[in-house]
């Protein structure tokens, strides 16, 4: 198995930390980017934060989409701790972004991540390999 980025390992040490009891916390990072308390939307706050504290640098911005020209793209070959931009095509988000890092493969439909603002927590989700618009790494 591949060595574990640091900002992935720095990723899991921030798992459970949601908005319910933690949100002090996601303030700091939200604070990192625009410092604006008053939107929603914080995973790219959480992968800006988890890149930055390691010694990588990440987009400065608050939009998952910022993501989509930040580093590498390493085509549809995802790594272990690669970010993943998603593009929601379906629902009350669709045409909305999601940034995270890639864990693994489910299966060959779904991958599993770890990210911010999945829940309104830092937890593990699975998510649609067809909602993936890039998998990238750091230049």
Known sequence: MPEKPPWLLKAESYEGVSEHGDMSEIQKWIMETDG???????????????????????????????????????????????????????????????????????DENTIICLGGNQGRMVRRSHFPVADVVSYRMPA
Do not use: M
């Open 36 to 106: 604006n308390p008053h939107r929603e939307s914080w995973c790219a706050d959480f992968a800006n934060h988890c890149l930055e504290t390691t010694g990588y640098h990440g987009t400065k911005s608050p939009a998952a989409s910022s993501f989509l020209h930040w580093g590498k793209d390493i085509g549809d070959s995802p790594e272990l701790g690669c970010i993943v931009v998603f593009e929601w095509s379906s629902g009350s988000d669709a045409g909305g972004h999601h940034v995270c890092f890639y864990e693994g493969a489910a």
